[in-house]
């Protein structure tokens, strides 16, 4: 039996860094994990990773109003690769467990190399550049 954190965490690496390295991948869980710490967001996994502007008739998340633009982009959040959404799984178990180091320096922000830079970025200080992400504080 999977838990609830360590699903939210490991579909949250399956949509934000399937493919990616074990790096990309840590530092992806990890600005998860901060934002847990974090009081200005959910104190819990789930939370974290479906926080969202919801509809106010239902549990639906309004599109593209999701700090993880996966949870709410009108796609199936099912994983269709059975061996990277174990390794998801995985990793997420060993995040959680607090078997592996915060590579990301604290961040609580990233986003994609291959877009524009989010308005937010120019109130953080950019902490590290791993893969296809830039990660923020």
Not at 41 to 52: E, S
Not at 74 to 83: A, I, M, T, V
């Amino acid at each position: 039996m999977i838990s609830a954190a360590v699903m939210c965490l490991a579909l949250n690496l399956y949509h934000e860094a399937r493919g990616e390295s074990l790096a990309g991948n840590l530092a992806v869980g990890f600005v998860t994990m901060n934002r847990v710490a974090d009081p200005r967001y959910p104190d819990t996994v789930c939370g974290v990773v479906k926080q969202a502007k919801y509809h106010a008739w239902s549990d639906f998340p309004i599109r593209n109003k999701c700090q993880f633009s996966w949870f709410c982009d009108g796609l199936s959040d099912r994983p269709k690769d059975d061996k990277a959404f174990m390794e998801s799984v995985l990793l997420s178990k060993h995040i959680l467990a607090g078997t592996v180091t915060d590579i990301s320096e604290g961040a609580t922000h990233y986003h994609a190399t291959w877009i524009q830079a989010p308005y937010w970025t120019g109130d953080l200080s950019a902490v590290l550049e791993l893969d296809q992400h830039i990660f923020y504080k």
